[in-house]
């Protein structure tokens, strides 16, 4: 028995579902029953601790940007928890009860220890189970880079929360991992005369701010932050992607990589990124967003056409005696 309820799938899942398909969520890039198993893996190994430090530092960047907001929020979720990193890093004098989902029960039962009184449901983050309106705050971290319909998840996350209600969240971005995807098709074109995909694809950042209007949300923030971890050699970088959960899942994914091919990659990988002290980098490029579902009591932006002071002015109030030092 769980010692948290599963996410059912009553009325509001299914239309949820139903929304998803016909607004344009038809895409099917990931396998999420996979990516449970990933999770559910990596979570149950007696160590995983150790592969916890990019979800650690990407969950206390978010943290810190809900301390920047300044409010107290009664009620929040976060959408696909993992562990738990985000909370780990709040107060309960700033968020005063948490809702943790995630598809991964084992992640769930191996959550952070917090303040915060909480409660775990156990649900898929592509179909949200909760009524509109609920809740004051939503977090996500290092979560929705795998999900297939992207947008439709937005737009859920959207409608569970309350007018003038915050989203904060992180994701991987497109640039992420590019020194390992760029070895392994180099080898792949040298030792098997072409290549299949390997590093799962990623949200540019450019398409994230207009993902985020789409949905609804206004007085938008997108910010991007690079972590670069070392690593002896490529196959290392491998072994903690697998034991952070975050192989690929992609259904076009290459079941199976030739030996020849990975000594290749790995070579190829020192040859080409390699620091001096013969460690070779990874690069994680984080992706950190922050929208507003709309009420009357924020600011408006001013009407069009209602500026006192045109740009062709602007050099002259700049040269003003009282500017110039």
Same mark, same amino acid.
Request: charged content about 20%; hydrophobic content about 40%.
């Given at each position: 028995?769980? @010692? +948290?309820? *599963?996410? $059912? !799938?009553? @009325?509001?899942? $299914?239309?949820? *579902?139903?929304? !998803? !398909? $016909?607004?344009?969520? /038809?895409?099917?890039?990931?396998? *999420?029953?996979?990516? $449970?198993?990933?999770?559910?893996? /990596?979570?149950s190994l007696l160590d995983s601790d150790k592969y916890d430090y990019l979800r650690d530092e990407a969950g206390s960047r978010v943290a810190d940007r809900v301390y920047d907001v300044s409010r107290t929020f009664p009620l929040a979720l976060d959408v696909g928890c993992g562990k738990s990193h985000i909370a780990e890093h709040l107060s309960k004098d700033i968020v005063e009860r948490l809702l943790l989902t995630d598809i991964s029960d084992s992640s769930l039962r191996n959550r952070r220890k917090c303040e915060i009184p909480s409660h775990c449901v156990l649900a898929d983050e592509e179909f949200l189970p909760f009524k509109e309106n609920t809740f004051d705050l939503v977090l996500s971290s290092m979560s929705l880079h795998w999900i297939n319909d992207l947008p439709g998840a937005l737009r859920q996350i959207y409608q569970v929360l309350k007018p003038d209600g915050v +989203?904060?969240?992180?994701?991987?971005?497109?640039?992420?991992?590019?020194?390992?995807r760029? !070895?392994?098709?180099?080898?792949?074109?040298e030792r098997e005369g072409g290549f299949a995909p390997h590093i799962s694809p990623y949200t540019a950042v450019t398409d994230l701010g207009n993902l985020l209007g789409q949905a609804g949300f206004n007085m938008l923030t997108v910010d991007i932050d690079e972590v670069q971890v070392n690593y002896p050699g490529m196959l290392e970088v491998m072994s903690d992607l697998q034991g952070m959960g975050e192989s690929n899942c992609a259904w076009n994914r290459k079941s199976l990589l030739h030996r020849d091919t990975i000594l290749a990659a790995a070579a190829i990988y020192k040859e080409m990124y390699g620091n001096e002290d013969s460690s070779v @980098?990874?690069? +994680?490029?984080?992706l950190y967003m922050i929208g507003w579902k709309p009420h009357e009591s924020q600011a408006k932006p001013a009407k069009r056409g209602s500026a006192n002071v045109s740009f062709a002015d602007l050099s002259k109030i700049m040269s003003h005696p009282a500017l110039c030092p």
């Open positions: 028995m769980l @010692p +948290f309820p *599963r996410a $059912r !799938s009553g @009325p509001l899942l $299914r239309s949820l *579902r139903c929304l !998803s !398909s $016909r607004q344009g969520g /038809a895409m099917n890039v990931f396998d *999420r029953s996979m990516k $449970r198993k990933q999770k559910q893996w /990596a979570s +989203f904060i969240g992180a994701m991987v971005g497109g640039e992420t991992l590019y020194e390992l760029c !070895s392994l098709q180099l080898a792949e074109l @980098p990874a690069t +994680f490029q984080i």
